[in-house]
């Protein structure tokens, strides 16, 4: 038997490393590139600084020679592996900031533009009395409107939801419970107009209740039943069997093992759900524009006479053609996302808070 060694001169050494960029070097190839992105941009291409294009352009232009400047030097200095490691994360990094960008686009244009107009009077008047190029008047009457449409809708839609799910995960197994998931599936993909359009047929027209409300709360709970019902079903899936079993092997009925197992375990999961499913129909504009109406004036009373909402008082005084109806737009915009901002952080702040503790 034989052994192969390899021995080494004085002056070689097995190396299985490349050299190594300095920590710094990519921040200073990223800001080189984006000044000679705007220096081609704005200057040599004459694109104009004042407008979003401009500045979008420099930065496109900036973002592709950082990443050819940074792969050509990684690959003469690391060597050919690493660079095509810095070509997957450039990539990777570009997509998430693309995906980004829009977002933060519409948000920081909607701050800047809606800020100024979000006041205390603006969130305590409403606008009775109020003409489209008046600087005064208020959301109020929306937000009331808003927060009682989407109030009834939770209501209605919660319940009927989790019973769904609970009946999908503990009990269904036949045709029924596939039909009951297929119609959930139809009902999650159809847009928020056809909601409107049955009320709409149904509710005012069949049956002449009148616009109401309540009959935008009855669409936004067919917008939120098939929501709740997926959400739930997910979560009472990841209750662990052993837990249902312990509690059937003690001779605990099933209902209350659903009750006092099931749900409990998994009500972090549930409320993050419900929460996810308000936001979600918060900002639907068509139903309510067919159901509700619209009124300037506050109406407590969701079951009798017009109803304004956030997102129909956006689009109606956005369409007016003077600065103070547009002012008025952008703050109740802002103020519909702040709302739906909030709904969304407390539902991450629920998961976290009921999420299982680990073990030390």
């Known amino acids: 038997m034989s052994t192969i060694t390899t021995t080494q001169g004085p002056g070689s050494r097995l190396d299985l ?7 710094w070097a990519p921040r200073a190839i990223l800001v080189g590139g984006l000044a000679a992105g705007y220096l081609l941009n704005l200057v040599i291409l004459g694109a104009d600084p004042g407008t979003f294009g401009g500045h979008a352009g420099a930065v496109v232009i900036g973002a592709v020679l950082y990443a050819a400047v940074l792969i050509g030097v990684s690959a003469r200095v690391e060597g050919a592996r690493k660079a095509r490691d810095r070509f997957a994360t450039t990539l990777v990094t570009g997509a998430f900031a693309l995906a980004l960008l829009p977002l933060v686009g519409v ?8 800020i100024g107009g979000l006041t205390p009077y603006f969130l305590t008047h409403s606008m009775n009395g109020v003409g489209a190029r008046d600087d005064s008047g208020g959301v109020y009457h929306a937000l009331v409107g808003t927060l009682q449409q989407v109030g009834i809708a939770t209501l209605i839609a919660v319940p009927i939801g989790i019973l769904t799910a609970i009946y999908l ?10 039909a009951v998931t297929f119609f959930v599936d139809v009902m999650t993909g159809i847009p928020s107009i056809v909601a409107g359009l049955f009320v709409l047929s149904f509710w005012i027209l069949m049956l002449e209740m009148g616009p109401s409300g309540f009959a935008g709360s009855l669409a936004l709970t067919i917008l939120m039943i098939p929501t709740v019902v997926r959400s739930a079903e997910e979560m009472l899936r990841l209750v662990p069997n052993e837990l249902r079993e312990a509690s059937l092997a003690l001779g605990v009925p099933k209902w209350r093992t659903i009750l006092r197992v099931v749900l409990p375990t998994a009500m972090g999961g549930l409320v993050t759900g419900v929460m996810l499913a308000v936001a979600r129909v918060t900002g639907e504009t068509a139903p309510v524009m067919l159901l509700v109406f619209g009124t300037p004036s506050i109406n407590m009373n ?3 006479g017009a109803q304004s909402s956030l997102p129909l008082f956006v689009y109606s005084q956005y369409g007016e ?4 109806a547009q002012e008025r737009a952008w703050a109740a915009a802002l103020l519909l996302i702040i709302i739906v901002m909030a709904l969304n952080l407390a539902a991450r702040l629920i998961a976290r808070w009921r999420a299982p503790k680990g073990g030390h």
Do not use: C, K
């Open 302 to 304: 969701p079951f009798d």
């Open 107 to 114: 948000l920081s244009y909607t701050v800047i533009e809606g």
């Open 169 to 178: 995960v503990e009990y269904g197994r036949g045709t029924l419970a596939r």
């Open 321 to 324: 053609p003077n600065d103070f």
């Open 17 to 23: 490393t490349a050299g190594r960029l300095p920590n």
